[in-house]
């Protein structure tokens, strides 16, 4: 396992996270409890030490399942959750997630389920769009004063929300998903990134699993599959992701790898922290030695231009998901 430092002056964390969204009930399909501790040990013994979970995932379960399994081992990780990206039934994010009073009622219940007195990382999982930024952040500042927050992140943030929270503290990671699928941190966010000295954490490193290689119509996906109603999964969409995902397995052939490997090689080439999930441990050792893979830049070439931006159909979210993120200038 290689390591970096996740932004500027932040925590040490291994190249490669663990997304843990996959590990709570009625998010992707039912959940197998023991499956899902086998999968979290087996990343924590692959020496995954950056684990990355949320308070909505499965109301709390996959927080809870993390503090049992942490239990004896809290010391190995960078543990990291978000509060504030509770929807209602429509979809639509609820307001007043970022009032300073609700930060710290989150934090205390994140602090019960995940056993610990402390976060290492703690997201605004959404931009709370009914109070400013500055207030939010000046919330979590004051648990970083406490000691029960270590690092401050934010996630599917505008550029002009991360100036305006920088200013107010400094901003560790930023969350958003990319992949070679879905490009769109490369226009101005990485580069903001670099500029303020925030890391960058990559959700859905695999494309909402397409390239992983196994998805190959809608109907592989199981009932209570939040996917069945995504627009990349739709007819025609799908067709045409499943294509892109077949070329980069192709090429992956090629240099021994499977196409979730080099998916997630690419993104570590290119200076960012993928967190792919999974309920299986033998997809966690597979992601996991993707860690170690160098990518030469003839493959990188070949890679972007198999894959460019924009090539993937549909787009990333439906319109409640997409109207959950961060716009702002």
Not at 129 to 140: D, F, H, K, V
Not at 142 to 155: D, F, M, P, Y
Not at 303 to 323: Q, S
Request: charged share 25%; with cysteine.
């Amino acid at each position: 396992m290689q390591f970096r430092t996740l932004g500027r002056g932040g925590p040490t964390v291994s190249v490669l996270g663990f997304g843990a969204m996959t590990l709570a009930p009625h998010v992707y399909a039912d959940v197998d409890e023991q499956e899902a501790t086998d999968t979290l040990r087996t990343a924590l013994d692959a020496g995954i030490t950056l684990i990355d979970t949320a308070d909505v995932y499965g109301a709390g379960h996959s927080e809870s399942l993390i503090g049992r399994v942490l239990r004896g081992r809290r010391d190995e990780v960078v543990l990291a959750t978000k509060f504030g990206g509770n929807a209602d039934d429509q979809g639509r994010l609820v307001p007043g997630l970022g009032r300073p009073e609700y930060v710290r009622r989150a934090l205390e219940a994140s602090l019960d389920r995940l056993r610990t007195d402390h976060v290492d990382l703690y997201y605004l999982h959404r931009l709370d769009p009914t109070t400013p930024i500055e207030e939010t952040m000046g919330a979590l500042a004051e648990l970083v004063r406490a000691g029960a927050v270590r690092h401050i992140g934010l996630s599917e943030v505008s550029v002009g929300t991360l100036r305006r929270a920088c200013a107010v503290h400094p901003v560790t990671a930023v969350q958003s998903e990319y992949s070679l699928f879905s490009r769109e941190p490369e226009r101005e966010t990485l580069p903001a990134c670099a500029e303020l000295g925030v890391g960058f954490v990559a959700y859905s490193p695999l494309g909402r699993g397409l390239l992983g290689g196994t998805i190959r119509t809608r109907e592989e996906l199981e009932e209570g599959d939040w996917r069945r109603g995504n627009p990349r999964f739709q007819d025609g969409s799908l067709d045409r992701n499943v294509a892109l995902a077949d070329a980069v397995a192709a090429l992956a052939a090629e240099r021994g790898l499977s196409a979730a490997q080099l998916a997630l090689a690419w993104l570590m080439h290119r200076g960012v922290v993928p967190i792919p999930g999974t309920r299986r441990a033998a997809n966690v050792r597979a992601n996991a030695a993707a860690a170690d893979v160098a990518l030469d830049e003839e493959t990188v070439r070949r890679l972007e231009e198999l894959v460019p931006p924009g090539a993937a159909a549909g787009a990333r979210g439906d319109e409640a998901y997409l109207g959950n993120v961060d716009e702002r200038a």
